[in-house]
């Protein structure tokens, strides 16, 4: 099967992308390619079954929800900490207690 | 209702509950979850007693067996880190709740009964599970509380939270190729099917290999723990005990159950002995980092590093066929573990707040506030070096008596080094107790001493644990996991 | 599947290949992103080719849809305020590791893979379909044979809404720049397109693909696209208002669903004999509420105003 093969190519290229890239978002979009490659493999085992299997397709869509959700959390913390990042950058008066409003 | 049924049903519904309650109304959190804290104990307690009385047992959720339906399992390791859960739990809300108010960051109040009490839920759903996926699922939930706990606390924190939920994502998704790989193999994700079913070929031993590094990752075992001072270290105190003492032992759960469940078969000398020299290798890393460390809770998150090294010390010895006393003693000491090192954050936490500081050289002078906490962090550390008759000390005892039973003198003189290297930390962090000090900090009448008893009934339950070596024993012995 | 269906098929994995290389090394991130989400696009082809309608609807909605959203807006944020060399690739070393460590990865994975029996539960779901209470297999699966999953995940994401709310307030404005100003217009008109599509999926999916996710994703994408173009958001966190009761709703009926069956007497999670229809029905309506709000306050990246917004929107 192609897609065999393509799960396999997605899961390198996204842990590559997770180790070399310095960016936290291209940290963040590597990470959610290495995901789909697991879901591809779920839905290529189903496919290759006899009758089709839908469990795996009701487990990938379960996925599919708690990969938005840690993406969602990763993105709002990626964006405080950039936000951290240029006001010490700035050299204006950091909080460093860190509650920021 | 069938009295097995009862106790799970409360572990798994009544935080998640509670985590609703307190999140719709935020001012009832304190007595919500101290109440819920309570109840989930006495739960707790419950089930471990029914484990004892008549054994391990399953409950099918919604009358589905496997494959087709997910079930809880319910043995002695799990009732044993289910009341692991319930005691940290509770200890850490009470600590939490008596933290002098205006210390506490502007968001604090508001969001971190909920995240605490999803935590919790979470952590049971995976010590419950024993289905593949839904412990995938159980993991994402205890992963972003995490997160969430951790970045309470603002400032740097929140880099270090961004690292463990990178750290911790990667792991699951390691672990769920894995799962995967092994679904397409025996169409199972039911542990116990799996038990059966697993046979000795490449695909199982890349399904293997995978989950096993993801779960490593998550338990932070060397030379993968570089995510997890930072995050022990800078997280509120509460938070740093409950994910030293358990999630991180959730992880080393998961890796147990599965080597001495579905890969048992596939556990020869070889990879044993890999498990074992990461466990060597983290125990003396992680020792020797904690006593290089001049802060109080960074000294504290490299321990976590290093004992957890002896939890995987039990692949070689059951490898080389003492696999009953090094089970046993290897679990032991991940709870003994858990207490102490929550008592330790606890303690640590109390006296820092006593001090507004947590530079190691620092902490010396007037100790009023926080003298309970000083007796807490030294019995913890009695515990956690081994001194007899605490639980650390049963736990290593049985441990090495698989080393000389099998001949595994290495081991033994790892399990020996480690122990030196935890008694000179630990009287490094205690002898700053006794050192004159500059007078700083707050006045110590607004600690409560609730601070203190929190830590306190942590230590004095690792220190008890030693004595309770017969009930361990049968409690640990009951359920499928448990090597005959 | 003939000869036509396998070019495709490896155009489709070559250009997979080709978009996530770019989403992962990319110079420019905007353009990253931009393949990130055309790559969730045609994931959903690859998911319809591999006979998954149901992840191709929630794909192109959550996968594309709202993950892109999320992406971008963030974007956005850190583009006004990262400097322009942080946003710049620095081309990484170590080449020479990662040529044949990957492809020895690769090549065990595949090794694996290949020889996979994959023998499936098909069977076994299509025997105990007859007692599910609905004649989709996937809506079976995932809320009578594996509910605790559901269970689970719905808390995820309630979960997930918290600790976003807990890092800080929603920045604000809350709206990007503008990429188009035919958007707004668009984005009103839509809406109630994206409502009916909801709704009939959640109808249709007690018998065909379709069901609480993808109707529950569709709706959540729909109000993102309404908050693009200029509604104001409308989540509201104080204490006194409904939106905590709405927020928690999926996981309190699905807690109430299991805990009710324990209370029965029955299994935690067991329907009782004949009612297993009408309790999906009434806990996918739920579910699907729940996973459209939840994406939607996922979005707003930290804790809306508990009182109402100063201001108004566009």
Redesign the interface.
């Known amino acids: 099967m192609?897609?065999?093969?393509?799960?396999?190519?997605?899961?390198?290229?996204?842990?590559?992308?997770?180790f070399?890239?310095?960016?936290?978002?291209?940290?963040?979009?590597?990470?959610?390619?290495?995901?789909?490659?697991?879901?591809?493999?779920?839905?290529?085992?189903?496919?290759?079954?006899?009758?089709?299997?839908?469990?795996?397709?009701?487990?990938?869509?379960?996925?599919?929800?708690?990969?938005?959700?840690?993406?969602?959390?990763?993105?709002?913390?990626?964006?405080?900490?950039?936000?951290?990042?240029?006001e010490e950058?700035v050299g204006a008066a950091a909080?460093?207690?860190?509650?920021?409003? | 209702m069938i009295p097995e049924t009862a106790g799970p049903v409360i572990l798994f519904s009544l935080p998640l509950a509670a985590a609703i309650t307190v999140f719709i109304r935020p001012r009832w959190s304190v007595p919500v979850t101290l109440g819920a804290s309570g109840v989930l104990l006495a739960a707790a307690v419950w089930v471990v007693g029914v484990v004892l009385q008549q054994g391990a047992w399953r409950h099918d959720i919604g009358g589905w067996t496997a494959p087709l339906g997910i079930g809880w399992n319910v043995d002695g390791l799990s009732a044993a880190l289910l009341l692991l859960t319930a005691a940290v739990g509770l200890a850490g809300a009470v600590f939490h709740a008596s933290r002098p108010a205006p210390l506490a960051t502007v968001r604090d109040p508001r969001f971190f009964w909920p995240l605490w009490l999803f935590l919790w839920g979470g952590l049971n759903a995976l010590f419950l599970a024993a289905d593949l996926f839904n412990v995938y699922v159980a993991l994402e939930l205890v992963s972003i509380a995490s997160v969430g706990l951790i970045g309470l606390a603002g400032g740097s924190a929140q880099a270090a939270a961004w690292r463990y939920l990178l750290a911790t994502l990667l792991g699951s998704t390691i672990y769920l190729f894995g799962v995967a790989l092994l679904y397409g193999r025996y169409a199972a994700l039911d542990l116990a099917l799996l038990t059966d079913g697993v046979e000795r070929d490449g695909v199982t031993a890349v399904a293997a290999a995978l989950m096993t590094l993801g779960l490593l990752l998550k338990a932070a075992v060397f030379p993968l723990h570089f995510w997890l001072p930072a995050a022990h270290g800078r997280a509120p105190p509460a938070v740093s005990a409950v994910l030293s003492a358990v999630v991180i032992a959730a992880g080393y759960y998961l890796l147990v159950r599965l080597w001495f469940g579905p890969f048992a078969p596939l556990l020869g000398t070889g990879v044993a002995t890999l498990l074992g020299l990461l466990g060597a290798a983290a125990v003396l890393w992680g020792g020797l980092l904690a006593l290089l460390q001049r802060r109080l809770k960074m000294l504290i998150a490299y321990s976590t590093v290093s004992q957890f090294g002896y939890g995987l010390l039990v692949f070689p010895l059951a490898a080389a066929g003492a696999a009953h006393p090094a089970w046993t003693g290897a679990v032991t000491l991940v709870l003994a573990h858990g207490l102490a090192k929550a008592a330790l954050f606890l303690a640590a936490g109390a006296i820092v707040l006593r001090h507004g500081i947590d530079r190691l050289e620092a902490l010396g002078g007037d100790q009023r506030g926080a003298t309970l906490a000083w007796v807490a962090f030294a019995i913890a550390s009695a515990s956690l070096v081994g001194l007899p008759p605490t639980g650390g000390f049963l736990g290593k005892w049985w441990l090495a008596q698989a080393a000389l039973a099998t001949g595994g003198y290495f081991w033994l003189a790892i399990l020996m080094v480690g122990t030196g290297f935890t008694a000179a930390y630990l009287w490094r962090a205690l002898q700053a107790a006794v050192r004159p000090g500059r007078e700083a900090g707050i006045d110590p009448a607004t600690l409560s001493a609730a601070l203190g008893l929190a830590a306190l009934s942590l230590a004095l339950s690792a220190a008890a644990l030693g004595l309770a070596a017969p009930v361990l024993g049968v409690l640990l012995d009951a359920g499928p996991g448990a090597p005959g | 599947m003939g000869v036509a269906g396998v070019i495709f098929d490896v155009l489709l994995a070559l250009a997979l290949t080709w978009l996530a290389w770019q989403a992962t090394r990319a110079a420019d991130l905007f353009h990253a992103v931009v393949s990130f989400i055309v790559f969730g696009l045609l994931m959903a082809l690859a998911w319809v080719r591999l006979e998954a309608p149901d992840i191709a609807l929630a794909e192109a909605a959550i996968g594309a849809g709202a993950t892109g959203a999320l992406l971008l807006s963030a974007l956005d944020r850190l583009a006004s305020r990262e400097r322009r060399r942080r946003l710049l690739y620095e081309p990484g070393a170590a080449w020479g590791f990662w040529i044949p460590a990957g492809g020895a990865l690769l090549g065990a994975l595949t090794l694996a893979a290949w020889k996979l029996p994959a023998p499936g539960l098909g069977n076994e779901v299509r025997a105990a379909l007859g007692v599910s209470g609905v004649e989709h297999p996937v809506t079976a699966v995932l809320l009578n044979f594996r509910a605790l999953d559901t269970l689970l995940e719905i808390g995820v994401l309630l979960l997930a809404a918290i600790t976003i709310w807990s890092l800080g307030r929603a920045p604000s404005p809350l709206i990007p720049a503008m990429p188009s100003p035919a958007l707004p217009a668009l984005g009103r008109l839509l809406f109630p397109v994206f409502v009916l599509v909801a709704a009939y999926l959640l109808w249709r999916g007690s018998h065909a693909p379709g069901g609480a996710f993808p109707a529950g994703a569709v709706l959540g994408a729909g109000a993102i696209l309404m908050l693009l173009a200029g509604a104001r958001p409308w989540i509201r966190s104080s204490e006194r208002g409904p939106w905590r009761w709405i927020l928690s709703l999926g996981l309190v009926m699905l807690l109430a669903a299991g805990i009710a069956g324990t209370l029965a007497g029955q299994a935690f999670f067991e329907y009782p004999p004949g009612t297993a229809g009408p309790l999906i029905l009434l806990l996918e309506v739920a579910a699907g509420l729940s996973i459209a709000l939840l994406l939607f306050a996922l979005y707003l990246r930290g804790e809306p105003c508990e009182h109402g917004y100063r201001g108004k929107g566009r």
């Open positions: 192609v897609y065999l093969s393509l799960t396999g190519v997605l899961f390198v290229l996204g842990l590559h992308g997770l070399t890239a310095r960016n936290l978002l291209r940290r963040l979009l590597s990470l959610n390619i290495l995901t789909t490659s697991v879901f591809l493999l779920f839905v290529v085992m189903a496919r290759l079954a006899e009758p089709l299997d839908n469990v795996p397709h009701a487990i990938v869509l379960t996925g599919i929800v708690i990969t938005v959700s840690t993406t969602a959390v990763a993105l709002a913390l990626v964006v405080r900490i950039a936000g951290r990042m240029r950058d909080d460093t207690r860190g509650d920021v409003e």
